[in-house]
């Protein structure tokens, strides 16, 4: 059960990162296609925070609490923060590697979860790989056409 509080609180602090830096792109893309980027990565983020309180209030059901400070995050979390404005592209190409980071973060959890028995969190974590396999085909479409 360890096992499983300790990863869940990697993929929570990593899924916070993620959706900060997909909401940093929204407010600081700039360019030629700033329109339709400024609204993917806006999707992108509303779509991720929304999942943030569910995903705590899992993790305090399976007995631990909650990471939620920045110095806890940065500890924990898997996606490395970006401090530069970089360019359009790199933007999208960032944040399609990050996502897959994601995905496999989650699954780590899912596993243990899966191990555990503890299927509503497991049902929880196949939804928000499903919605990040999602973010990740328009991250992939988008760096196409770009
Ligand atoms: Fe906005």
Same mark, same amino acid.
């Given at each position: 059960? !360890? &096992? ?10 990593? *899924?916070?990162? +993620? +959706?900060?830096?997909?909401?940093n792109? @929204?407010?600081n893309? &700039?360019? /030629? @296609? =700033?329109v %339709?980027?400024h609204?993917? =990565?806006?999707?992108?983020?509303? !779509? $991720?925070?929304?999942s943030i309180?569910p995903?705590a209030?899992? /993790?305090r059901? /399976?007995? *631990?609490? $909650? ?5 806890r995050?940065s500890?924990? *979390?898997?996606?490395?923060d &970006? *401090?530069?404005? /970089?360019?359009? &592209? ?6 399609? %590697? ?6 496999? $973060?989650?699954?780590? $959890? +899912? ?7 503890? @299927?509503?969190?497991s049902?929880?974590l196949?939804? #928000?790989?499903d919605?990040? #396999?999602?973010h990740?085909?328009m ?8």
């Open positions: 059960m !360890e &096992e499983l509080q300790k990863a869940s609180k990697v993929a929570f602090a990593s *899924t916070f990162s +993620y +959706y900060l830096k997909a909401h792109f @929204h407010w893309v &700039e360019g /030629i @296609h =700033f %339709e980027l609204d993917l =990565f806006g999707k992108i983020y509303e !779509e $991720v925070y929304s309180d995903f209030e899992k /993790i059901a /399976i007995g *631990t609490y $909650v990471p939620a400070s920045f110095q995050f500890m924990l *979390t898997q996606i490395e &970006e *401090t530069a404005i /970089i360019a359009p &592209e790199q933007m999208l190409q960032e944040l399609l %590697e990050d996502n897959m980071k994601i995905i496999k $973060v989650l699954k780590l $959890v +899912y596993d243990q979860a899966e191990k555990f028995g503890e @299927h509503g969190f049902n929880f196949a939804e #928000r790989m919605a990040h #396999r999602k990740g085909w991250l992939k479409a988008s760096l196409k056409n770009g």
